[in-house]
């Protein structure tokens, strides 16, 4: 409040072009009394404050301050104050309350996890639109492959089926293609089979991090493992699989084999859809 007075004193004394005067009063006397004695009242009587008596004696305090010909900025400030005491009544504690006030935390928490994914997948979104129009040229670069982690993730297989399928197209053939790192901050992108799938080559073959302490997949890799995922959750046809069986044997051929990762990775999805469709027939 003492603050608020002093900004109020600046802009006020800014305002007209007045020297600043030292030792205001800010505060009437008793209409300082009437907001002590609330206060007081409404930390030592915490029930008692919120019936009707309580209420007449604001609503006294309240005439007083009608009444007073020369307010002060902090006479304004302490009768809202006390006002809004009166508004801010308990609600009845029930068996639950705790386990409610525990689920809206956790509910508060997730909104706010959703919002810094969504905030840092556009933000990654941005860089690879930013490489592919300065980089474009030397290397195929697909934008989407974030957007797509994060269709995934949020259970969207339709939408990340899409952007992997137009993924897939564009970087099937092509000559340079670009890599997503699995850094420990994307991992919460990915799903179990991936993320173990990485914990075993770390485990198994340390060497296959790179200078900088990451390992990482190329975008057509990461790109037929999403596709083949959503297809198999969205009950796709054995004719869609298999085409997709397809493009994988391409990639197998097409990657360098020390590129050990995109190379476990695919025959993972390989072996997926393999055993998908023997169970078919």
């Known amino acids: 409040m003492l603050g608020l007075i002093e900004f109020y004193q600046s802009v ?5 072009k007045q020297q600043q005067q030292r030792g205001l009063s800010v505060l009437t006397t008793e209409l300082f009394a009437y907001y002590l004695h609330i206060k007081c009242v409404s930390i030592t009587k915490c029930h008692q404050f919120m019936q009707t008596s309580s209420t007449a004696e604001v609503r006294w305090y309240g005439v007083c301050v009608s009444d007073t010909q020369q307010l002060f900025i902090g006479d304004v ?7 809004r005491l009166l508004k801010c009544r308990p609600e009845p504690v029930s068996q639950n309350a705790q386990y409610t006030s525990q689920n809206a935390n956790k509910c508060n928490t997730s909104n706010l996890l959703e919002l810094v994914e969504k905030s840092a997948v556009e933000h990654l ?7 592919a129009r300065d980089f474009g040229s030397l290397v195929t670069i697909v934008t989407t492959d974030f957007e797509a982690m994060y269709a995934y ?21 092509a000559i340079n293609m670009t890599d997503v790192p699995l850094l420990r901050d994307f991992l919460q992108l990915f799903d179990d089979d991936i993320v173990s799938l990485t914990a ?6 340390p060497q296959c991090r790179r200078r900088n302490g990451y390992i990482d997949i190329t975008q057509l890799t990461l ?3 999403l596709m083949t995922q959503c297809q198999l959750k969205l009950h796709h046809s054995v004719t869609s699989l298999s085409q997709t069986l397809h493009y994988i044997k391409v990639a197998q051929r097409r990657l360098p084999a020390d590129k050990t990762l995109n190379q476990v990775t695919l025959k ?7 055993v998908h469709l023997n169970a078919l027939f």
């Open 77 to 83: 400030l302490l009768f809202m104050s006390a006002s």
């Open 12 to 16: 006020r004394t800014a305002a007209l």
């Open 223 to 225: 790109s037929l493992y």
């Open 125 to 131: 979104t941005t860089y690879r639109q930013l490489v």
């Open 153 to 173: 993730k949020r259970g969207d297989y339709q939408q990340c089926l899409q952007l992997s399928t137009q993924n897939v197209h564009t970087l099937l053939y």
């Open 268 to 274: 993972l999805i390989e072996r997926i859809i393999v």
């Open 200 to 205: 075993l080559m770390l485990m198994v073959n």
